[in-house]
């Protein structure tokens, strides 16, 4: 059990055969030298004062415990923020960097207490305080005077907005709000540091006035003392318990008995309760999709990072572990030899750029959609949210599936709590229920691509052009094995499957259903056609964006970089054969060279794999992996973390003489 | 938040509606009502003790608490076995059970310390110490006076045996064997109860005597002083650390020093090592099987119960949530309405019945295999292997995803540990990568079929007798679009598979290539070749044996039977569609019809979704989820858990004075 700094010798071999210069590709991946240097030298800051550092890891510490834990080190995070940005009088970088990015998730390795505070209390604020109200509460907020959340979702009420039952009554008589908490379902339920952390909150509640009720509004509610930190009169707040992750984030429960807040305490930039209890509408209610958006688009970039942990850990792993035989007499190869095991690998490497770029082009949209909006155009909003939408379901549950893979792939060892794939699992999988559960986001971007087959008479939008095409009852062209030839086969395939559904739910109406309960019949069959669309949209992305960018690369670089992309679009080719084949004229000899391809991609990617995932360049501090650390000292790591278990502080634990013992003596 | 023990009115309303007698189904489940009632009698006096209720949840305990729980619930777990036993009279049922079966995970949640000593420990001896030694540990390890585990995976060393490390060195001079870890990587990794538990371990090691290796032998060894519990000298023993689940396991490592025991410490049934160090061969080697497929048998038995806890949760929970809209006007329908949830819990559901009877189907096979082994005949011993290797992987994957897709169903609050689907998950894909990593076993099931597919002039194994019949060249039949039909297109289509794979294994040869290296370049579609078998396998199985079983149950019950059948092979279809186009004649009109099909029965069993779970009969006590409870008190049963946790148990967490304040007031 020697110690020894040296990078195991497999993989420096890996990276000794690397045919590109992976510097470039990182620069490439962070958007310039620059940008490369600026995120080492805040990982260096961040990780020179040793706050990362756990004296027992918390993986062993009791939910207590990490939550305590979670507050100490969330504290010191953020005061070293404040820090940063004075001395570097810098943008929202490093802001980003610490609470979205892999920064703020190493030292913070299961979530925050602090986080709703910086991602949904002062965008709230900002977003629809008045401005009388901004110049109260936001220096507060920035100045940490308090500490907010924001609370929305309720026991009984998720994804449907509508049904929330926390109702804010007008009391024209005091000018105060009185919030309630009618039912058990009525309670608040999830939103991260509500429990014991924040002493302010954004509540979102049905507005009563004037004996009507006027939908949900938000209204800023004070939850505990600010000096004793106890719970305010009326206000029934703790946690709502242990999860399968994120046991950091301090998610709690709310419930409200009467309480009254001044009038003042409504967010009025919008919609607006005058003192005599007059309600007066908001302009526009389009305007709140902006924020969702702008959270879906975060979401991509969150799970690419997962991605990209779970493929480093992984395929450094696979350089170092060697098992079985591949050939008679000969050693035991590294497992990433096996073809199975370069499946599992290089489409996750693949997967990372394919979502980053989808993300990209994403975020280029959304900020044109956003500067129409304020010229008054409406008109690309309904297609941005389409994208959003299922971009936010498949990237979520591939990435889980990603992770999972990359798991699974360790073997035995992947169970490891220390290899951080379960915990990186914890997190990813997470992102498949919140901000719009997967399935209700496929059904919702349905509804806009069964809107524009039935009216692809007009004009289309362009990521929906192709159901024009399609709909125009135009033969598909023969089957193109190359590229763009896939990529124009996706969007057949997605304007088939539309198609289909259309055809299905008419053909139920006809039969005497209403068009709910057609629409119901044929969901999973929606769900399959917007899953459909968004693969179609990733892969053209992919493929785009990829050309575009790779122009300024060098050749080694950008023939490593056009294989990823065919890797990707060729493997998910495969994996949807059956659409392919129905909707498309592709040959069963086409398969088998797809197949071929595939395997041959394989092949050529393998030498690169490290070179790769070096390229993500995930520090150690952050990777928080015995499996896939730089130096690939995977054993030595895990049992270097086995050591610091405190079962393995001592020889003998006391449950021996307790229980066992006297078990064993036949004396319990 | 009054507290009610009324049932749910949604729920109770589905139980209602109900169309068939739940009680006859659960009895047909158990093996009949005397068996239902044996087992229902054991939970009782079970779950009369109160072992099962933990004043604080385990989820809430340091690491070392909860081992420290777990040993003093699995000694009392066992003494009321004992006790049982002393009582009844009884078989191996009690000892199932607890061991395998809902019983004693309900009790020890996540493992137990003593689960290997009778699942490992106590088989091993009787299976390969030879009579005197049977004489000599049996009693001991029966009577606990000794606690054991057993040892075999290395730190770097897994599914390939031949690779372990240990050395067990003879030493003719003083008649010991000297156990060795040459290594860090020769370290055994992973046993349960090795770490603080178990005080003796039957340890796989390479033999070497008289200055030759034999391969891996069975040796026992003490650990641990009997009075003291202090590990002896030379052995390092400790636990491996914190794990995605199975935390109450105490999974361990061990290393030796120059260890020496007696010769007589070598387990001798099959191999000996003399006196003088002569090494005397087993009769034969292929024994050894017996033992892994019959718990590879125990393993589909196991992930039937993951299963049908994760779908009764899911089921019932999905009857009391009501969440947005179907139809304008009308209230929240119950999330069960939406053919989309229907389509994720109804395969569940039917997935439970197919891997149950494709294991007592096995087992059966299994049963005649080793009767005839006796009799000296092997030769069905290949096809047995093969096919419990792909059973193993396909039902532990296919339970995996079942129990992730049911707590996805659930939204966020599956997120919620109180839900007990995170950890029921943990268990499950943990038979992912144990007693045989699932690509390994794919890839072994393939060697089979390949060499069936070559010697298919000759004689087949009635379980790839199809490929006899794909392998003449005859054209596939027009395709039949009913249940048999789709039966035998995927026996079409796995048999199209198996034969693709040779031929690319062929025409790589023929380029140029050893047979090893093809066989890796083909590796992803073998093992797909080999799920193909596979699900083939199962969809006979599950088809055949219902229809045995249906003969003696009453018409409501035998149409429910058959739905879930059909509801199984239809879905599989769908799921299946690009092999089948290639393999078969499917048209685009089967497709569709194949549809329709299935959304038809997704309404035809959506009435019995709450009956066809209460059938499973699964007790509270077993299922401990908040979601999931007979009474479908969901809401009322997560604010319950809520409240139990430490954190809840004041309103003030300390960490408020000791950080946030200081941090906020700017002082920290």
Redesign the interface.
């Given at each position: 059990?020697s110690v020894s700094v040296k990078v195991n010798p497999d993989l420096q071999k890996e990276r000794d055969n690397c045919t590109f210069n992976v510097t470039e590709l990182t620069n490439l991946i962070d958007g310039g030298p620059q940008k490369t240097e600026e995120r080492k030298k805040r990982e260096e800051m961040v990780f020179k004062e040793g706050i990362h550092i756990d004296e027992v890891?918390s993986?062993?510490?009791?939910?207590?415990?990490k939550?305590?834990l979670a507050?100490?080190k969330a504290?010191?995070l953020?005061?070293m923020m404040r820090r940063l940005q004075e001395e570097e009088n810098a943008g929202m970088e490093n802001y980003m960097a610490l609470l979205g990015g892999n920064l703020g998730s190493a030292i913070l390795g299961d979530g925050s207490p602090l986080t709703l505070h910086y991602v949904m209390f002062i965008p709230t604020l900002m977003g629809q305080a008045t401005v009388e109200q901004q110049a109260y509460w936001i220096g507060r907020a920035f100045?940490?005077?308090?500490?907010g959340t924001y609370a929305q979702?309720e026991?009984?009420?998720?994804?449907?907005i509508r049904?929330l039952e926390t109702t804010a009554t007008y009391d024209a008589a005091t000018k105060q709000f009185v919030l309630h908490s009618p039912t058990?379902?009525a309670?608040k339920?999830?939103p991260g540091g509500l429990?014991?952390?924040a002493n302010y909150c954004v509540v979102m509640a049905q507005l009563y006035t004037q004996g009507k009720c006027h939908g949900i509004h938000p209204f800023i509610v004070q939850l505990?003392d600010e000096e004793?930190?106890?719970?305010l009169p009326g206000i029934k707040v703790?946690?709502?318990?242990?999860?399968?992750?994120m046991n950091g984030t301090n998610n709690g429960?709310l419930g409200f008995d009467n309480v009254r807040i001044p009038r003042e305490h409504m967010l009025m930039k919008n919609s607006k309760v005058l003192e005599d209890g007059t309600y007066v509408n908001a302009p526009s209610s389009k305007l709140t999709y902006g924020t969702m958006m702008f959270v879906r688009v975060m979401l991509v970039h969150d799970v690419c990072n997962y991605m990209a942990k779970a493929v480093t850990i992984a395929t450094r792993y696979s350089a170092v572990?060697?098992?079985?035989?591949?050939?008679?007499n000969e050693p035991?190869p590294q497992i990433l030899?096996?073809?199975?095991?370069q499946?599992k690998l290089l489409i996750g490497i693949s997967s990372v750029h394919a979502f980053r770029l989808c993300a990209a082009w994403l975020w280029d949209m959304y900020n044109n959609v956003t500067a129409e909006l304020e010229t008054g155009d409406l008109e690309r909003l309904p297609e941005l949210h389409a994208l959003s939408c299922c971009l936010k379901a498949i990237t979520t549950s591939d990435a889980a599936a990603c992770v999972?893979r990359c798991r699974?792939s360790c073997?035995?060892h992947?169970?490891?709590?220390?290899s951080n794939l379960?915990l990186t699992y914890g997190l990813v999988?997470?992102a498949?229920?919140?901000e719009g559960?997967?399935?209700?986001m496929l059904?919702q971007t349905a509804r806009y691509l069964v809107k524009a087959w039935r009216t692809a008479a007009h004009a289309l939008q362009p990521t929906v052009s192709y159901v024009g095409l399609a709909r125009t009852g135009r033969r598909s062209p023969p089957w193109d094995n190359s590229l763009q030839g896939i990529i124009s086969g996706f969007h057949t395939l997605a304007a088939g499957k539309i198609g289909?559904c259309v055809s299905q739910i008419e053909k139920r109406q006809a039969s005497g259903m209403?068009y709910?309960?057609a629409w119901?019949?044929?969901?999973?069959?929606l769900?399959a056609a917007s899953e459909a669309h968004c693969r179609a949209i990733i892969l053209s992305s992919y493929y785009t964006e990829t050309e575009k960018m790779s122009r300024g690369v060098s050749a080694p670089l950008r023939l490593v970089l056009t294989q990823l992309v065919e890797l990707y679009v060729v493997y998910w080719a495969l994996q949807?054969?059956?659409?392919?084949?129905?909707f498309t004229s592709i040959s069963?000899r086409n398969?088998?060279e797809l197949?071929n391809w595939?395997?041959d991609l394989l092949?050529k990617l393998r030498p690169n794999a490290v070179g790769l995932v070096d390229a993500f360049d995930i520090r150690d501090e952050i990777l928080r992996s015995a499996l896939g650390a730089y130096d690939g000292r995977a054993?030595?790591r895990?049992?270097e973390?086995?050591?610091?278990?405190?079962?393995?502080k001592e020889?003998?634990?006391?449950?021996?003489?307790?229980?066992?013992?006297?078990?064993?003596q036949?004396k319990?």
């Amino acid at each position: 059990m020697s110690v020894s700094v040296k990078v195991n010798p497999d993989l420096q071999k890996e990276r000794d055969n690397c045919t590109f210069n992976v510097t470039e590709l990182t620069n490439l991946i962070d958007g310039g030298p620059q940008k490369t240097e600026e995120r080492k030298k805040r990982e260096e800051m961040v990780f020179k004062e040793g706050i990362h550092i756990d004296e027992v890891p918390s993986d062993y510490l009791s939910h207590k415990e990490k939550y305590e834990l979670a507050v100490k080190k969330a504290c010191m995070l953020f005061k070293m923020m404040r820090r940063l940005q004075e001395e570097e009088n810098a943008g929202m970088e490093n802001y980003m960097a610490l609470l979205g990015g892999n920064l703020g998730s190493a030292i913070l390795g299961d979530g925050s207490p602090l986080t709703l505070h910086y991602v949904m209390f002062i965008p709230t604020l900002m977003g629809q305080a008045t401005v009388e109200q901004q110049a109260y509460w936001i220096g507060r907020a920035f100045n940490l005077s308090i500490i907010g959340t924001y609370a929305q979702t309720e026991l009984g009420h998720g994804t449907f907005i509508r049904g929330l039952e926390t109702t804010a009554t007008y009391d024209a008589a005091t000018k105060q709000f009185v919030l309630h908490s009618p039912t058990l379902t009525a309670y608040k339920w999830w939103p991260g540091g509500l429990a014991h952390t924040a002493n302010y909150c954004v509540v979102m509640a049905q507005l009563y006035t004037q004996g009507k009720c006027h939908g949900i509004h938000p209204f800023i509610v004070q939850l505990r003392d600010e000096e004793t930190h106890m719970p305010l009169p009326g206000i029934k707040v703790g946690e709502i318990g242990a999860k399968l992750g994120m046991n950091g984030t301090n998610n709690g429960f709310l419930g409200f008995d009467n309480v009254r807040i001044p009038r003042e305490h409504m967010l009025m930039k919008n919609s607006k309760v005058l003192e005599d209890g007059t309600y007066v509408n908001a302009p526009s209610s389009k305007l709140t999709y902006g924020t969702m958006m702008f959270v879906r688009v975060m979401l991509v970039h969150d799970v690419c990072n997962y991605m990209a942990k779970a493929v480093t850990i992984a395929t450094r792993y696979s350089a170092v572990r060697r098992q079985s035989q591949l050939r008679p007499n000969e050693p035991e190869p590294q497992i990433l030899e096996y073809v199975t095991q370069q499946h599992k690998l290089l489409i996750g490497i693949s997967s990372v750029h394919a979502f980053r770029l989808c993300a990209a082009w994403l975020w280029d949209m959304y900020n044109n959609v956003t500067a129409e909006l304020e010229t008054g155009d409406l008109e690309r909003l309904p297609e941005l949210h389409a994208l959003s939408c299922c971009l936010k379901a498949i990237t979520t549950s591939d990435a889980a599936a990603c992770v999972e893979r990359c798991r699974l792939s360790c073997g035995g060892h992947g169970y490891m709590l220390s290899s951080n794939l379960p915990l990186t699992y914890g997190l990813v999988t997470a992102a498949c229920t919140y901000e719009g559960e997967n399935t209700v986001m496929l059904l919702q971007t349905a509804r806009y691509l069964v809107k524009a087959w039935r009216t692809a008479a007009h004009a289309l939008q362009p990521t929906v052009s192709y159901v024009g095409l399609a709909r125009t009852g135009r033969r598909s062209p023969p089957w193109d094995n190359s590229l763009q030839g896939i990529i124009s086969g996706f969007h057949t395939l997605a304007a088939g499957k539309i198609g289909l559904c259309v055809s299905q739910i008419e053909k139920r109406q006809a039969s005497g259903m209403s068009y709910e309960d057609a629409w119901n019949m044929t969901s999973v069959q929606l769900t399959a056609a917007s899953e459909a669309h968004c693969r179609a949209i990733i892969l053209s992305s992919y493929y785009t964006e990829t050309e575009k960018m790779s122009r300024g690369v060098s050749a080694p670089l950008r023939l490593v970089l056009t294989q990823l992309v065919e890797l990707y679009v060729v493997y998910w080719a495969l994996q949807c054969l059956g659409d392919l084949l129905r909707f498309t004229s592709i040959s069963e000899r086409n398969i088998e060279e797809l197949q071929n391809w595939y395997e041959d991609l394989l092949v050529k990617l393998r030498p690169n794999a490290v070179g790769l995932v070096d390229a993500f360049d995930i520090r150690d501090e952050i990777l928080r992996s015995a499996l896939g650390a730089y130096d690939g000292r995977a054993y030595e790591r895990l049992m270097e973390e086995a050591m610091k278990s405190p079962l393995n502080k001592e020889p003998v634990n006391e449950s021996f003489h307790k229980y066992l013992k006297p078990f064993m003596q036949g004396k319990l």
